[in-house]
């Protein structure tokens, strides 16, 4: 079996294209990536921007310390540097280059000094190009100011500073130049970019195999449910979906779609009983009236008089069993019972009024209870009814038989007890929860039935969240209790077993009192 579910569902994931695991896994890998991207976008690009700024800041630093030595003074006031090429050879002197950077000075444009240790040579003497590098930087400088100007020069992408260099009383002109390698340092960004993408790469498997495998097991109920919905068959409705432990939404829908499919398995088998109990109440009828209407001489009156009034019996016995079976059928619907405030004074003259008039009995209203409930009346008037007939059926003409309604308080709150007493034949303890099958019928009765009248009584109990209590010994008359709670409550999702509850007569399922509920009978 469980591999005919695993063929199943392979097949019906090719079936059905992407699942909703991959599309969810899709969508979440998606903002990941478009997070990474955007994120190192922005990041990069500010780094980009640091960096000019940052070169641009050393290089104007370079600018203010050669300010400061061309403008150093001795103690007296008098200027320490009184030529241009003292104050170049401090200036040079006092550098001190990074490995991006070079630092060369010219007098009347002809290089001068450079550092012995600095990164790169901007104008080295043998280097080819060299030539064009100093035509670039003389041609940039401006006398009498300082200038920033970018500069290509032997495959470096160079930030240069050239500072004009004066000193009063001496004529000649004298340049102070830094360059930095900023393409250099734009490589090393564009490598770090490049790991921050292998990474990027790296974080988005990792996070779809993990997305993956958490989808999955988030998914996994609904993936039964699906597997689940495509097994269950009319003829197979045992399947259930697990439901998971964790108290969320899935695990919600898991509960309800088993509750859902024990709503139809219940009214696939109640259709199914529902047919098999017409076709086996309904043979005998039709056998009796075939019979008879074969063996009717047609020729005798009296026979035939004789033979109609058999089968008009027999079909009105059948009408009233499809009737009752249509009425069981009907209790299965959630609105089977509508409850509404109903004044239970009222409603108990009112039964008492009807029941009086169903067959020669002493009658006695026990008990009537000031109060209001919440209770269908139409349905819990044709309950009263309906044991009241049955008393009758099972008690001698001039009997006792009682009614009463009382509320009592129950372990779970106030409780409404509707109760007919007889003192009729009773009920052997053999017989007090089989009478609440279908067509179980107790031998002793003064008339016929189809014995579904205690199961629909039962049923409209049920229908009011309650139960049917019966106590009855042999010879001592029959007490039937519907007990249901005198406000409409919601029922939990697995309801327990009614809680017994003593009434005022003192009794409780201690005692001899039978509790029935459709949930005892399977």
């Known amino acids: ?59 104007w630093q370079e600018h203010s310390e050669l300010t400061l030595i061309a403008e150093s003074t001795h103690e007296d006031g008098s200027p320490v540097h009184t030529t241009v090429d003292s104050v ?30 600095q990164g790169f040579a901007l104008v080295p003497a043998d280097a080819p190009g060299s030539a064009e590098v100093l035509e670039q930087v003389l041609a940039a400088h401006q006398p009498q100011k300082s200038v920033i100007v970018p500069i290509e020069a032997h495959g470096r992408e160079l930030q240069v500073l050239i500072a004009s260099v004066n000193v009063e009383g001496d004529e000649a002109q004298g340049i102070f130049v830094v360059a930095n390698d900023i393409g250099a340092q734009r490589r090393d960004l564009w490598q770090s970019v490049a790991t ?53 939404d899935i695990a919600a829908l898991a509960r309800n779609f088993n509750r859902m499919l024990a709503r139809i398995q219940a ?12 076709g086996h109440e309904l043979r005998t009828p039709l056998t009796i009236v075939r019979g008879t209407l074969e063996t009717t001489d047609v020729e005798d009156v009296g026979d035939v008089r004789e033979s109609h009034d058999i089968a008009i019996e027999e079909l009105d016995r059948m009408g009233r069993v499809v009737g009752d079976l249509s009425e069981l059928a009907a209790s299965a619907r959630p609105d089977y019972v509508r409850p509404a405030p109903l004044d239970l004074a009222g409603f108990a003259r009112s039964a008492f009024a009807r029941i009086e008039h169903i067959a020669e009995r002493e009658w006695i ?30 008690s001698d003409e001039g009997s006792g038989i009682r009614f ?80 249901f709670p005198q406000f409409a409550r919601r029922a939990p999702e697995d309801p327990p077993p009614p809680a017994g509850d003593t009434d005022r007569r003192g009794r409780g399922p201690e005692d001899d009192t039978t509790t029935a509920s459709r949930r005892d009978q399977g």
């Open 365 to 394: 209203l026990e008990r009537s209870v000031d109060v209001v409930a919440d209770a269908d009346e139409q349905r819990l008037m044709q309950a009263v009814v309906q044991l009241a007939a049955n008393a009758v059926r099972y």
């Open 1 to 59: 079996m469980p591999q005919e579910r695993l063929r199943a569902r392979a097949a019906g994931a090719f079936a059905r294209g992407w699942s909703v695991r991959l599309r969810v896994l899709t969508v979440m890998m998606a903002f990941v990536l478009v997070g990474l991207a955007v994120t190192g976008m922005l990041t990069y690009a500010a780094q980009f921007r640091a960096l000019e700024r940052r070169v641009n800041g050393e290089l």
């Open 404 to 483: 009463g309604v009382d509320r009592v308080l129950g372990p779970e709150g106030p409780e409404i007890h509707v109760t007919v007493r007889d003192e009729g034949i009773g009920i052997g303890p053999e017989d007090q929860r089989r009478i609440f099958e279908r067509f179980t019928r107790v031998d002793g009765s003064h008339g016929s039935g189809t014995g579904l009248g205690l199961p629909i009584v039962l049923a409209i109990a049920e229908g009011h969240d309650g139960v049917v209590r019966l106590l009855s010994t042999p010879g001592g008359g029959s007490t039937f209790t519907i007990v």
């Open 267 to 278: 009214g696939f088998a109640e259709q199914r009983r529902f047919m098999s109990d017409v």
């Open 196 to 248: 921050f993408a292998g990474l990027s790469v790296i974080t988005l498997l990792v996070a779809g195999w993990v997305g993956y495998a958490v989808i999955g097991r988030l998914l996994r109920p609904l993936e039964d449910l699906r597997s689940a919905t495509e097994q269950i068959t009319v003829d197979d409705l045992e399947y259930r979906v697990p439901v998971p432990a964790e108290r969320d």
């Open 88 to 117: 170049l050879l401090q200036a040079t002197d006092s550098a001190a280059p990074s490995d991006y950077e070079s630092v060369i000075t010219f007098l009347d444009d002809r290089p001068l000094y450079q550092p012995r240790t």
